[in-house]
């Protein structure tokens, strides 16, 4: 596809960039009253301006390696769009050369990063307790940026009255890593999603977003501080602990791929992403699976108008296809054969990353790669947030909680984790419990679910409860109204680690559920939603299996294919 060509789909497609980015500043409530229709009219930006990342200087210097020696390819521009800043997840094989460049430049690499805040929000979700082996996950929130910040980014994005504008999160994909380390999930939210955006707070300026008025698209939060308030509205939605994220502006993906040799894709039809309009991506494959890279492969993590029903939902499904092929190809050619185009390849990728304080340097970006390389293909699941449709816009589902649910849960989405022995009755505490008349306790109401309000009383009613059974200190909290799924009881330090168990006995809450947590003060019983009424508590039981709704694709799956539409077929 010629330079011209692919400018002319940006040109058609900014204005709707312009709709979009009108509607964060309007801040567009539950209805989804004055929004940019998904219908393939108002929302063909998605396939246009600033929706690509692009070959890098990589191919002007390295021609032949990348071209074959071709004529022109040093003039190749250079094509980099926001479809493809969901790839940061393959930082793990960009960021394993970086250890071969060498101290002296090291540094240079560390001033190239950028970092933010991680949470900007009021609420933090506490950190999950560590395994048996003394091990936590890791939850990492990837985020894609389009913001035109630089002339560069103008260029490469289009749209000239959009310049300076506030930048909104197009992708966004939580990547789970288990505790022990054998297995990955990832977990997409469609830019679309419906939901409230909590209060955050700019650390720089002490600028305070107020929480938003309803519903909203997701990707605004970015704009509300910056990813420290994505971070903070995926908390509020999912409950999960996030420990980092990553923020990609442009990336050096495709790159990649020209340096591995093409990532194979499959199309189960003839595909050209082109309407009548103008509007698509401008991919042209013949049925069948075929190495892509340069141009062809950003195409591919663009195209909407051709796969499925031409939503964002089906680009996602093809971008999770992408990235599993081109993880098995990184596993099967784990050395790349040019240092020089490696060392580019650092530089590009640490120019592109905006990380939290607690990836700010390439050795930890480095340390981080190597827990993702521990999963094999074979274990690593990628799925899209369970949603249906309001209007043009998407909500999540019930599915949705129960998808949230296993990843807070650590409970690996392919379904092969080892069977769990039954819980073994726990070490007794250093420290014995109190007598029940002297143990304080703080009881907070956390019935509340994205379906139900909170269930009124029950921290009064169970408060009452202890007092009748000994605890005379117990007291409720109304001033905390949180929300968990299960009950559980919190306590800060090891000396009331029996005091906690103490409470639980009395009331039949399992073992499991009393967790050590930094985020209480003292001894604190959460009602959760699966005590909504009556004083006898009863675990319930699980459904641990990954919702058919999230879209499961496993990564050593080589036989994904997308479907054509057949309206973009051609013979």
């Known amino acids: 596809m010629t330079r011209s060509s692919v400018q002319g789909d940006d040109t058609q497609e900014d204005a709707a960039d312009a709709s979009e980015r009108a509607e964060a500043v309007r801040g567009d409530g539950d209805n989804g009253v004055g929004d940019t229709p998904d219908d393939g009219v108002g929302d063909a930006a998605d396939d246009g301006a600033g929706d690509t990342a692009g ?17 022109g390819a040093a003039a190749r521009p250079r094509r980099r769009r926001r479809a493809l800043r969901w790839t940061a997840v393959l930082l793990a094989a960009v960021l394993a050369g970086t250890a071969g460049a060498g101290y002296l430049y090291y540094e240079h690499l560390n001033a190239n990063i950028k970092q933010d805040a991680l949470n900007l929000g009021d609420n933090k979700v506490a950190a999950p307790t560590p395994n048996a082996a003394g091990q936590t996950p890791l939850n990492i929130l990837v985020i894609g940026s389009d913001a035109r910040d630089s002339e560069e980014n103008q260029q490469l994005g289009g749209a000239r009255e959009t310049f300076g504008s506030t930048p909104l999160a197009d992708v966004q994909m939580l ?39 309803g519903r909203v698209m997701t990707n605004q939060s970015l704009g509300h501080g910056g990813p420290g308030c994505a971070v903070a509205t995926w908390q509020e939605l999912t409950g999960i602990h996030i420990d980092h994220f990553v923020m990609v502006d442009f990336a ?62 089906a680009r996602a499904k093809a971008q999770h296809m992408y990235l599993n092929s081109m993880v098995r190809v990184l596993r099967e050619n784990a050395t790349l054969s040019s240092p020089n185009r490696l060392r580019r390849l650092a530089e590009e990728a640490t ?53 949230f649910r296993l990843v807070r849960e650590d409970i ?5 984790d080892a069977k769990k022995k039954p819980d073994a009755e726990p070490e007794p505490p250093a420290d014995p419990a109190a007598p029940d008349d002297e143990l304080a306790v703080q009881v907070r109401n956390g019935t509340r679910t994205d379906e139900l309000g909170t269930a009124p009383g029950r921290a009064n009613a169970i408060a009452g409860l202890l007092v009748e059974r000994g605890f005379t200190k117990a007291v409720a909290d109304p001033s905390v109204l949180p929300s968990e799924d299960r009950t559980v009881i919190r306590y800060p330090s090891a000396d009331l680690e029996g005091d906690a168990r103490r409470v639980a006995k009395s009331l039949g809450v399992p073992a499991s559920s009393v967790k050590r947590s930094t985020d209480v003060s003292g001894v604190t019983l959460v009602v959760g939603a699966d005590w909504r009424e009556g004083t006898a508590y009863k675990a319930p039981g699980s459904d641990n299996s990954t919702p058919e709704s999230a879209q499961a694709l496993n990564g050593a799956d080589d036989s994904a294919c997308m479907h054509v539409n057949p309206a973009f077929t051609w013979s």
């Open 55 to 71: 070959a890098t200087a990589d191919e002007a210097a390295d021609g032949a390696g990348n071209d074959g020696g071709k004529p």
């Open 351 to 403: 120019e592109a990353l905006t990380v939290d304080p607690g990836l700010d340097s390439v050795k930890k970006l480095y340390d981080l790669s190597d827990e993702l390389r521990k999963v094999k293909p074979e274990r690593i699941t990628m799925t899209t947030m369970p949603n249906r449709y309001v209007g043009a816009r998407v909500e999540p589902t019930e599915d949705a909680e129960q998808l």
């Open 252 to 313: 050096g993906v495709v790159s990649m791929a020209d340096a591995v040799g093409g990532v194979p894709v499959c199309v189960d039809a003839n595909i050209h992403s082109r309407d009548n309009e103008g509007h698509g991506s401008g991919l042209k494959l013949e049925k069948g699976t075929h190495p892509v890279k340069g141009e062809q492969a950003l195409q591919w993590l663009r195209t909407r108008y051709g796969f499925e029903d031409g939503s964002d939902l």
């Open 175 to 213: 990547v789970h890593l288990s505790a022990d380390r054998s297995n990955m999930s990832v977990v997409s939210m469609p830019r679309d999603t419906l939901l409230e955006i909590p209060k955050c707070t700019d650390p720089d300026d002490g600028t305070v977003y107020p929480a938003s008025e």
């Open 412 to 416: 690996a989405l392919d379904g092969k």
